[in-house]
């Protein structure tokens, strides 16, 4: 089929099949379908449109058919990407199970893993959530040490991880453990598939700066997996963990231009513009003017690194560049609305849903260059495999 | 739109960059400089670049050019930009060029174009009148008089000045709209005074005194001078931002050679963080710089009615990684950076000086603002 037949039949598709309600865009975290055992769906509308689009494969359009997906071409997914944003669909479906698990799977798993486990997370059956960071290894993400002893033909798991994003709403985790203890630190560790039912997995929300808590701890006390729920080799876990950082980093990237308030709309909203529309306190113009021209020049880089990557060129360590200024970037443009809003952006909690969400979303996205890899780390890769500076 | 090169354009970066680097690498413009050369630039590699058909890269084949287009220019003053070239190629080649492109009557094309090419003259572009870059800050006027135009005003720091034989200069007519008139450098009541600037380069002040010209001086062949006007000046400031981000390239590739082989405490310096953090994020500023940059290029070539607010935002961004990018250089040379001997100066002094010209960052910013409606 020809690009243009496959983009008309879509269109024709999704304008037959896409809810009303699922063409307007998501106003919060509220409004994504997550997905999993306990999900509740905020209406029909959401209902039906996972299931339409999972029924196609489209929840995650270029994994293969045999796994659930739509088996589509880089590009016949990028038609559809185009699409859905022409008539402003929303996503069907958000998970660390696309983002992250999937490509790993895809990659590293087995065929019954695969089988098991891929049709399950494209038809939003079954949430994930990520075990790697622990209260003892954060940066250094390699020193962990939940420790799991083989006993049998099962791994016994004890230890504790920290920032699992989601852990009190998930139904499986995929986790980093150490289960070979006298291998050199980067060689011991298992990437381990635990459902969270198993007895011994316990967690614990941690409240925010921002009020929130889409962080939990997760503890294993004495809980049991199957040896065949490791992915690849045993030991082999930090080769797939690097891995799937590379679209953990992707995802909060992309994050950085995706829509929200920006510091134009925020000075409206505040009435701090003048009768054309002019932001009214001249130096705040300015800054927003140097944030917009950094948008413009990140963006640009977006779509760059994307032609090289389609010309063969790899993306590698530039993903390190990408997060790095992304994130900076996405913090800014929050820093900024909160300037633009003035006392307005002070508000905690109000009448209105959205009372409070500006200085929410603006302490939200502190982490933004913590999580999935400081910025410090970023550099500190640059440094070393892009540029090859010498080690100290 | 594609950022990235075709082979043509890279056979075009290539044969650029051997060739600058064989004939006018940093030693050829220091001793232009050494020599207080009355140009400011060397004209037989001017001719050169005539030869290789640099010159006509804007002009349309019929005026004898190659019409490859604004992003082949701006690769051409990028590579010039890493080997601190001077040269009228950015005032002649791409500012008179395009101005005679989109404004030029055809006899004025016919006229004005082969010489271009040729690389039989040097022709400035004179629009600012004050010390910082606006082009509404025009009091220039040239005026009707009889059949012809009288010409009164004055001009600052015109690129290549020194070494013009012709400027194009921006007026305002009896109506007080913009408009171009081509002037003779030798014409009665043009007087000019060469500014040696920072960077070794040869601007010229130009007054214009009650300056009598023919009608056909005018360049009226746009049916919208202004816009014109505006495209011209886009033009060169996507291309001088090329320009600053080739300096900002070779500035960053010598200096990261340098700091893996100095060593201090007995270890190289490019060994400690603090050294590191900085080349990284350097790096990630020039990769912003060079996207931005080429977005800017392409879109003059592609969709120029888009072209405004990318030009501006390409301009502010190459000005202050080419400045950031130098004057971190020099920090992490330390002593050496600061004498005459080491390049990375000379790399900060043309990062400064190519900010300046047609608009800073401050003014990139300022114009963005606007261009985006708040």
């Known amino acids: ?392 | 739109m594609s950022f990235v090169l075709n082979d043509e354009e890279q056979m075009l970066r290539d044969s650029a960059r051997s060739f600058l680097s064989e004939t006018a690498p940093v030693t050829a413009f220091r001793k232009l400089r050494d020599d207080n050369n009355p140009d400011g630039f060397s004209r037989d590699l001017w001719s050169s670049m005539a030869e290789m058909g640099w010159t006509g890269i804007l002009v349309e084949e019929g005026h004898g050019g190659v019409e490859l287009g604004v992003f082949a220019a701006g690769l051409l003053l990028q590579e010039m930009g890493r080997t601190l070239t001077p040269s009228p190629f950015l005032s002649t080649a791409v500012l008179a060029a395009t101005a005679l492109r989109v404004a030029g009557s055809d006899a004025q094309k016919a006229k004005w174009l082969p010489k271009i090419v040729s690389g039989g003259t040097v022709i400035g572009f004179a629009v600012d009148e004050r010390a910082r870059h606006n082009p509404e800050h025009i009091n220039t006027t040239a005026k009707k008089q009889g059949n012809g135009l009288v010409l009164n005003g004055t001009k600052r720091f015109v690129a290549n000045g020194a070494a013009a034989d012709a400027v194009i200069v921006v007026a305002r007519n009896e109506d007080g709209a913009p408009c171009l008139v081509l002037v003779d450098c030798n014409q009665k009541g043009v007087t000019r005074k060469a500014r040696r600037t920072v960077d070794s380069h040869l601007p010229a002040d130009f007054t214009f005194e009650d300056v009598a010209l023919d009608g056909d001086a005018l360049l009226d062949g746009a049916e919208d001078t202004e816009g014109a006007l505006k495209h011209i000046l886009d033009v060169g400031r996507a291309c001088v931002a090329a320009e600053s981000l080739g300096v900002a390239e070779q500035a960053f590739d010598v200096t990261i050679d340098y700091i893996k082989n100095r060593e201090q405490f007995g270890v190289p310096i490019a060994s400690f963080q603090g050294l590191q953090h900085r080349a990284a994020h350097l790096l990630s500023e020039i990769e912003m710089a060079r996207s931005i940059v080429m977005k800017a290029l392409r879109t003059l070539d592609e969709t120029p009615s888009q072209a405004p607010i990318w030009a501006a935002a390409a301009k502010a961004k190459a000005t202050a990684v080419s400045r950031l990018a130098t004057s971190e250089g020099i920090q992490m040379f330390g002593g050496v950076g600061m004498t005459d001997e080491y390049d990375i100066g000379l790399y900060y002094k043309r990062a400064q000086a190519a900010g300046e010209f047609l608009g800073d960052d401050a003014w990139g910013a300022g114009q963005v603002a606007k261009l985006s409606g708040y």
């Open chain 1, 1 to 392: 089929m020809s690009l243009e037949t496959f983009r008309k039949e879509t269109r024709d598709w999704l304008e037959a099949n896409c809810p009303p309600g699922m063409r307007v865009p998501a106003k919060g975290e509220a409004d994504i379908c997550w997905g999993g055992r306990n999900w509740t769906f905020a209406s029909d509308d959401q209902r039906i449109w996972l299931e339409r689009m999972a029924e196609r494969g489209w929840t995650v359009p270029t994994w293969p058919k045999e796994y659930g997906g739509g088996g589509l071409s880089k590009e016949e997914a990028f038609v559809l990407k185009e699409e859905m944003k022409a008539m402003k669909a929303r996503s069907p479906l958000d998970s660390f199970g696309i983002w992250m698990l999937g490509p790993a799977l895809l990659k590293y798993g087995s065929e019954e893993q695969k089988r098991e486990h891929l049709p399950k997370i494209a038809r939003g059956e079954i949430r994930w959530c990520q075990g790697y960071s622990e209260p003892g290894a954060g940066s250094d993400l390699a020193s962990l040490r939940t420790k799991g002893v083989l006993d049998g033909d099962e791994y016994v798991i004890n230890g504790q991880k920290v920032w699992t994003s989601y852990a009190d709403k998930s139904d499986w985790i995929f986790a980093l453990v150490r289960t070979e203890a006298d291998a050199p630190k980067h060689l011991g560790i298992s990437f381990i598939l635990i459902d969270m039912e198993t007895p011994g997995v316990s967690t614990k929300p941690i409240k925010l700066i921002s009020g929130k808590s889409p962080f939990c701890e997760t503890f294993f006390d004495d809980a049991r997996a199957p040896v065949s729920n490791v992915v690849g080799k045993p030991g082999q876990g930090w080769d797939i963990a690097k891995y799937l950082l590379s679209h953990e980093r992707a995802g909060i990237v992309s994050d950085a231009v995706s829509g929200g308030l920006n510091p134009v709309g925020a000075a409206h909203l505040a009435g701090e513009v003048d009768e054309n529309g002019q932001i009214a306190d001249p130096i705040l113009r300015g800054d927003v003017a140097r944030l917009t021209i950094d948008a413009l020049a990140f963006e640009s880089t977006l779509r760059r690194v994307k032609d090289e990557a389609d010309k063969g060129e790899g993306v590698g360590a530039k993903a390190s560049i990408l997060k790095y200024v992304g994130t900076e970037l996405n913090k800014r443009r929050h820093e900024l609305n909160m300037s633009a809003l003035g006392s307005d952006g002070l508000l905690w909690e109000g009448e209105k849903e959205e009372d409070g969400e500006a200085a929410r979303s603006w302490l939200r996205s502190r982490a933004n260059s913590i999580e999935g890899g400081t910025s410090e780390i970023q550099l500190n890769i640059v440094a070393k495999r892009v540029l090859e500076l010498p080690g100290s």
